[in-house]
């Protein structure tokens, strides 16, 4: 049996760097969560022993399950039906492994069901991830969006979000536009706010949007009138539950195909402001 983890000697490394321990305290709050969660560790060893354990866990699904379905992916790919992203069988069968395993929501406060994580032992999972399959990573990686629904997020969008992510629903960044890609000022999708229903609504299209029928957007969109800068956008929460966004196409790329790129149509979609309006 592969192991992307225990064959890789020079990965291990930057686990075991001396900045560790600091890094570790810091992020475990001095090991606060242990009276609370069963599965929190009580000391620095007992930190280091759990990452170790799930880095192999990874590692034994990259080398037993991702990797060998990487060249089905390829040549399978995904597809639009009805306006939906149906994934290749390689990738329902990575994206279950994953989930089942716990690896979602790697680096989310246990408050939130996460694993609470530092960044090191997160990257060391997701370059594993990247030597089985480019395109895997592509969606098993975008949970790291729920960092930005964390850091500008409410408290009760993060209860209500983040723990779905953590249950193993997908995520995706809505940024580029067919008139707006390195140049993101230039984002022109709208967002009108709603007095009667007390919601914000989204209309335009997003193009090059990576695994872009994800069960949880974020979505940069121009919420302020007269403007045509930075100064003039927003980011917004966009729920696939909700409905108003169609897959209109997916890109035909020469590799990383088991990744949906994917051109976008929103129609009145429902949104919630994340943060402030504004950039």
């Not at 979000?161 to 022109?188: F, K, N």
């Not at 090059?208 to 979505?219: P, S, W």
């Not at 897959?247 to 088991?258: A, F, L, Q, S, T």
Request: net charge negative.
């Amino acid at each position: 049996m592969a192991n992307f983890y225990t064959d890789n000697l020079s990965i291990k490394h930057h686990l075991h760097h001396p900045l560790m321990k600091r890094i570790v305290e810091l992020r475990e709050r001095n090991f606060a969560d242990k009276d609370e969660f069963d599965y929190a560790p009580f000391d620095y060893e007992d930190a280091m022993d759990s990452y170790e354990k799930v880095l192999e866990i990874v590692g034994e699904i990259c080398g037993d399950i991702i990797a060998p379905n990487a060249e089905g992916v390829d040549h399978e790919g995904p597809r639009v039906e009805n306006g939906r992203v149906i994934y290749a069988a390689g990738t329902k069968e990575n994206l279950d492994a994953t989930v089942k395993a716990g690896l979602m929501g790697i680096n989310m406060p246990r408050r939130y069901n996460g694993l609470n994580f530092p960044v090191v032992p997160y990257i060391m999972a997701a370059d594993m991830v990247s030597r089985a399959d480019a395109g895997f990573e592509n969606l098993w990686g975008l949970q790291d969006c729920a960092e930005t629904l964390y850091e500008f997020g409410s408290e009760e969008q993060r209860q209500k979000y983040i723990p779905r992510v953590c249950a193993g629903e997908t995520m995706s960044m809505d940024l580029t536009e067919p008139d707006a890609g390195s140049d993101l000022q230039s984002v022109m999708l709208k967002a009108s706010y709603c007095e009667k229903d007390n919601c914000w609504y989204l209309n335009g299209v997003k193009r090059f949007i990576t695994n872009g029928d994800a069960d949880i957007h974020l979505v940069l969109a121009r919420s302020e009138d007269g403007t045509k800068d930075g100064r003039g956008l927003s980011m917004f929460i966009y729920d696939k539950k909700s409905g108003g966004v169609d897959v209109r196409r997916i890109e035909n790329k020469m590799g990383i195909k088991g990744s949906p790129t994917c051109e976008l149509v929103f129609k009145n979609a429902k949104a919630e402001l994340c943060g402030d309006r504004k950039l």
